[in-house]
């Protein structure tokens, strides 16, 4: 009790106030000189749909950090073509005292067509019965746009995952992940009369 009331005899004297803010800061200057750095930097996701990570985008990045006093910083991402997931970006910051970056990772918006994991997309491809029964060929469209021909294998299973080569995201290390297609289909049920 004794220390809440001179904590707030200090700061309800204007001259101990100042004398105290003063204090402060000198202690400040003295830990960020020994390497004791306050950490200024903020880590932030940011979802990005598909096809910007093949093409590029630009996007405003906002921050709101209690710390700022001056309210919230927006700083604007520039997104380079072929990026990949997981990537990760750093923006010095401007709007604060102390400096520090904005570390931005980059991460896929959920899509209705793919799920993406890592650099590898996942869909699903709906056949018929009889194309399971005899394989064939059937035709999707890629993350890109480009259609991309799919070999169905005969008598294929349900649930079965055709993997087709570098057609996925962007991959850190260079390249491409692959499109890993999930088959489904309505197996045929006939009905007799019974005799």
């Not at 009790?1 to 707030?8: I, S």
């Not at 405003?60 to 710390?67: E, L, M």
């Not at 309210?71 to 910051?93: D, K, W």
Request: hydrophobic residues 35%.
């Amino acid at each position: 009790m004794r220390a809440l009331n001179e904590a707030y005899e200090t700061l309800s004297d204007p001259t101990r106030r100042r004398i105290y803010n003063r204090d402060l800061d000198a202690l400040q200057r003295k830990s960020s000189s020994r390497g004791e750095r306050i950490d200024c930097n903020i880590s932030q996701d940011v979802a990005v749909p598909i096809e910007a990570l093949f093409r590029g985008t630009a996007l405003d990045v906002n921050i709101r950090d209690p710390a700022n006093r001056s309210g919230s910083e927006t700083y604007r991402l520039e997104i380079p073509p072929e990026t990949a997931p997981g990537t990760r970006f750093r923006l010095p910051r401007t709007a604060a005292a102390d400096g520090g970056f904005v570390k931005v990772r980059v991460k896929v918006r959920p899509d209705f067509r793919f799920k993406a994991r890592g650099s590898d997309l996942r869909c699903d491809l709906r056949i018929s019965a009889s194309r399971a029964e005899a394989g064939g060929s059937e035709i999707i469209q890629g993350a890109t746009g480009r259609m991309i021909p799919v070999a169905i294998p005969a008598r294929v299973s349900r649930g079965e995952v055709l993997r087709i080569p570098s057609e996925g995201l962007p991959k850190a290390s260079g390249g491409r992940g692959d499109l890993l297609v999930r088959v489904t289909y309505r197996p045929e049920v006939r009905i007799t009369r019974a005799r």
